[in-house]
């Protein structure tokens, strides 16, 4: 569906008719010079997961050509704290197909996302997008089946109290103008995400709202489609771009930190994925979850405790993820079940024509919904690396993959009960739990690294990196020492505030 021309809102797409992945150097070229485009800006993302910028003003057409053919040279060891200064050069790359019209910029600018590549031209193993690369192919070398994947950003704005309007408490969710204050930046958002080539499925008000030292605190979300999970990692990144950029414009406050205060609803980045072959859905056989998606989420519960060091990456995380909330604790699935860790949305798997008992006036149809079923992983935060984390994901697809005894952990790991209600203590007490900390996710990381390691996909030096970089926030007893106190909770919280 989100693959054809017609009506799609990129420009470049609709003055080239052609897909992002045909695009050629010669159709950038083509189109700078068609629509007067005077400057050329590379985007690559660093260790603090943000978007940064090399700005090419254009000289002449052979400037142009060259930078788009070779490239430019950037320090490495200070957009990666791993990396060494005496041997740190990188060049970086552009992707054409990642290209975009700047939305922000008053001089017309064309900005594409790059790739890391060394001195002597070969991609840089430890760079967080090549990772991502490597865990796809080798999912599709060793299975035959591709991996898609879309996130669901949630984010506060924060903003002046106002006294007209005010939504209830934590009462936020599909709120509509004028509960809801942001709507208006919300939809502009969606517009230019969807103009930089993010394939986006809807966007609303979330639970989270409250007013707080007269400030409004207004939770959001924008919800993508299932996409090549490369892509999807490019349309994360430059959304959280775009929404920054945004607010700073209106003069408020965007985060995406998974905690924001006590006792109001935190911001998760659910993932829901999908497997294909072929480009036909692999989750539905028959009408039901297939055995392919069940055994991808029996790769998802096993390495679950590791992955929450992509996904859950400071000691703020962990104050989302307590019992009896939303957010989960314990290693399980189920149906629709929002108090497990690995959930199957609702999958239009029903029989009855819906469209025609609300429309009597229409025809009747016969719908091929399947394609619409995700599994979706609810940890992960807006603190994610998420290169790494969508990477340690399509490795946990295909460990389940491959995973001798995939269907009958799965099944050991069903629930279809509210874990927490008293008459479910036993079957609580059976399943195991996700960390609880930084410290707990690094230990779950050096236990379950050789999975990660195999096939080349990560790499040792980057996930000893990483163990090291959650051992030091030392945060063991942090939840116990803090407790209640809510000045030293949102001190710790101020400290992540622009995290991810």
């Known amino acids: 569906m989100h693959n054809t021309i017609e009506m799609n809102p990129n420009p470049l797409v609709q003055y080239l008719n052609k897909l992002p992945n045909e695009f050629t150097k010669a159709d950038l070229i083509k189109y700078i010079e068609d629509h007067n485009i005077e400057m050329v800006n590379f985007r690559y993302v660093g ?12 000289n002449d057409r052979q400037h142009l050509d060259a930078i788009l053919t070779v490239g430019e040279r950037v320090d490495g060891s200070s957009l990666f704290s791993f990396m060494e200064a005496g041997s740190s050069d990188l060049y970086i790359i552009p992707r ?27 991609p840089f193993e430890s760079s967080p997008e090549y990772i991502l690369r490597k865990a796809h192919e080798a999912m599709i070398d060793k299975t035959g089946y591709s991996f898609e994947c879309m996130g669901e950003l949630e984010y506060y704005v924060i903003s002046d109290e106002e006294d007209l309007f005010l939504a209830e408490d934590q ?58 999970v490369e892509d999807a990692a490019d349309q994360l990144n430059i959304a959280k771009w775009i929404l920054r950029s945004l607010a700073y414009e209106y003069g408020v406050t965007v985060t995406f930190a998974p905690k924001i205060t006590v006792g109001k609803a935190g911001s998760g980045m659910h993932i829901h994925t999908k497997i294909t072959k072929d480009g036909k859905t692999a989750m539905v056989e028959d009408g039901k979850l297939s055995d392919v998606a069940k055994k991808a989420i029996a790769g998802y519960l096993c390495l679950a405790p590791s992955l929450t060091a992509f996904g859950n990456t400071n000691p703020t995380s962990y104050f989302r993820l307590v019992p009896h909330q939303e957010a989960p604790t314990n290693i399980c699935w189920g149906d629709r079940n929002r108090s ?28 091929d919904f399947s394609n619409k079923q995700t599994v979706e992983m609810r940890c992960p935060d807006g603190s994610a690396d998420i290169h790494l984390l969508l990477a340690g994901l399509c490795v946990a697809a295909r460990h389940g993959l491959e995973m001798q005894d995939a269907l009958e952990y799965a099944e050991k790991n069903y629930v279809d009960v509210n874990i927490f209600e008293d008459e479910n203590k ?42 090291d970089y959650l051992n030091k926030f030392n945060d063991q007893q942090l939840r116990a020492e803090l407790g209640d106190d809510e000045d030293k909770i949102l001190e710790l919280v101020n400290k992540f505030f622009h995290c991810g």
């Open 47 to 58: 260790w603090d997961l943000r978007l940064k910028t090399l700005n090419f003003v254009i």
């Open 96 to 122: 054409y197909k990642t290209a975009f019209l700047n939305p922000f910029t008053e001089v017309p600018t064309l900005d594409i996302l790059c790739s890391y590549y060394t001195k002597d031209g070969v």
């Open 171 to 228: 009462r936020g969710y599909h709120e509509s103008t004028p509960f809801a204050k942001w709507g208006e930046l919300r939809e502009r958002a969606m517009r230019a995400i969807a103009q930089c080539g993010g394939y986006i499925k809807y966007a609303h008000a979330e639970v989270g709202n409250f007013t707080k030292n007269g400030k409004i605190y207004e939770q959001n979300e924008i919800e993508f489609l299932p996409t090549n």
């Open 340 to 367: 497990v860790l690995v959930r199957v949305p609702l999958g239009w798997s029903g029989k009855n024509n819906m469209i025609k008992h609300a429309n009597p006036q229409e025809p009747d149809i016969d719908f």
């Open 426 to 467: 036993e079957r609580l007490a059976e399943l195991a739990k996700l960390p609880a900390c930084c410290v707990e996710s690094a230990a779950m990381l050096q236990q379950q690294k050789e999975v990660y390691l195999k096939y080349g996909v990560f790499t040792e030096a980057m996930l000893n990196w990483i163990i």
